[in-house]
């Protein structure tokens, strides 16, 4: 494994667009760019979807290139239209012009063992990661660089790359891999070395924890974005549980059915009043949940409530401030699994 900081003026070519467009975030609207070159949409896989750390934006990795939209309003923002290949993994940061790109499509001239950090105000790669293997995730902070392999994670800083930590994984062909985004907090979370084992790093608390989560292979985990709560699933799929990172305490579970599935993607909203969990069934189930946030009862104030509980790293965590005794909780046994309402949404 190598990592390199590049001084090169370009690495991909911009046949197409001229010369290199601002931020994102100023909206580059595509109709001011030419696209006489660009190849046929019918000719163009999609490889590849993720959203930013914010939900506000998301990327389309694809056979060509790669796409940035705008959730809402909706629309295209900015693309790059390749001849030479496309990206299996587009990470944004944030709003901003730094995405970390995968090569991937069956052309493209990009090496799926290679992390890309391009800088698209400039039109330059800033820095790149080599490997002896496919990468099979790659997660960006404002301070962090998490490169996901099928058995270890790297983890370097945004500054000067440097490795800051390595992490062995049981095989982890999914690249199963999430950080908080909170200033405040650093937590990663990933498979640990055992079935069903969920390791987190408090890299701030200098701590790490490890939650047996599931009987079976974990196959989907998710973290609010101060790292405080993980929702996990396993790859039985009629599970959701969620975790207190802190001392591993499962604080809830909702059962999204009886047979089997293949978890695609878990989703908390930023209150945690909902858990959204989507699956190879053709459905998003929608729980409503019982986990309290800090100094507000979800249920009754979802839309003013800006986020969970943020753990600052001088700050101790109390077990009873994490669980709501809204109804259908029992203040009694805080600790029983509740199940929230559930709502089915055909794809």
């Known amino acids: 494994m190598t990592s390199t900081?590049?001084?090169?003026?370009?690495?991909?070519?911009?046949?197409?667009?001229?010369?290199?467009?601002?931020?994102?975030?100023?909206?580059?609207?595509?109709?001011?760019?030419?696209?006489?070159?660009?190849?046929?949409?019918?000719?163009?896989?999609?490889?590849?979807?993720?959203?930013?750390?914010?939900?506000?934006?998301?990327?389309?990795?694809?056979?060509?290139?790669?796409?940035?939209?705008?959730?809402?309003?909706?629309?295209?923002?900015?693309?790059?239209?390749?001849?030479?290949?496309?990206?299996?993994?587009?990470?944004?940061?944030?709003?901003?012009?730094?995405?970390?790109?995968?090569?991937?499509?069956?052309?493209?001239?990009?090496?799926?063992?290679?992390?890309?950090?391009?800088?698209?105000?400039?039109?330059?790669?800033?820095?790149?990661?080599?490997?002896?293997?496919?990468?099979?995730?790659?997660?960006?902070?404002?301070?962090?660089?998490?490169?996901?392999?099928?058995?270890?994670?790297?983890?370097?800083?945004?500054?000067?790359?440097?490795?800051?930590?390595?992490?062995?994984?049981?095989?982890?062909?999914?690249?199963?891999?999430?950080?908080?985004?909170?200033?405040?907090?650093?937590?990663l979370a990933c498979p640990g070395l055992h079935r069903g084992q969920v390791r987190v790093e408090h890299f701030g608390l200098n701590m790490m924890k490890l939650i047996n989560a599931h009987d079976s292979h974990i196959a989907c985990l998710t973290l609010t974005l101060d790292g405080l709560l993980l929702a996990t699933a396993s790859t039985r799929g009629t599970l959701v549980r969620i975790f207190n990172t802190m001392d591993g305490t499962r604080l809830q579970e909702v059962r999204r059915g009886v047979d089997r599935a293949d978890i695609y993607s878990i989703a908390l909203s930023p209150n945690v009043q909902w858990l959204a969990v989507s699956s190879d069934k053709g459905t998003v189930h929608i729980f409503n949940l019982r986990v309290r946030v800090f100094g507000e009862d979800s249920s009754c104030q979802p839309s003013s409530v800006q986020g969970p509980a943020i753990f600052h790293q001088n700050s101790s965590t109390s077990l009873d401030s994490l669980i709501s005794p809204s109804t259908g909780a029992n203040p009694g046994s805080s600790l029983s699994f509740m199940r929230g309402n559930k709502y089915n949404f055909p794809l």
């Open 5 to 187: 900081l590049s001084t090169s003026p370009s690495f991909l070519p911009t046949p197409s667009i001229e010369p290199p467009q601002p931020p994102f975030s100023g909206g580059g609207d595509p109709s001011s760019f030419t696209h006489h070159d660009l190849p046929d949409i019918d000719q163009t896989e999609l490889l590849s979807v993720s959203w930013n750390q914010d939900y506000g934006c998301f990327a389309a990795g694809t056979s060509r290139g790669f796409r940035i939209y705008n959730c809402e309003p909706f629309k295209e923002t900015f693309r790059r239209d390749l001849k030479s290949g496309g990206f299996k993994i587009v990470e944004m940061l944030f709003r901003c012009n730094i995405l970390a790109l995968v090569g991937g499509g069956s052309n493209s001239q990009y090496p799926s063992n290679k992390v890309i950090i391009w800088d698209d105000h400039q039109s330059r790669c800033i820095g790149e990661f080599a490997f002896r293997s496919d990468v099979r995730a790659v997660k960006l902070r404002r301070d962090r660089i998490v490169v996901v392999l099928e058995h270890k994670i790297y983890v370097y800083s945004f500054m000067d790359l440097k490795l800051l930590h390595q992490i062995e994984t049981l095989a982890n062909p999914r690249g199963l891999c999430c950080l908080s985004h909170h200033s405040n907090t650093s937590v």
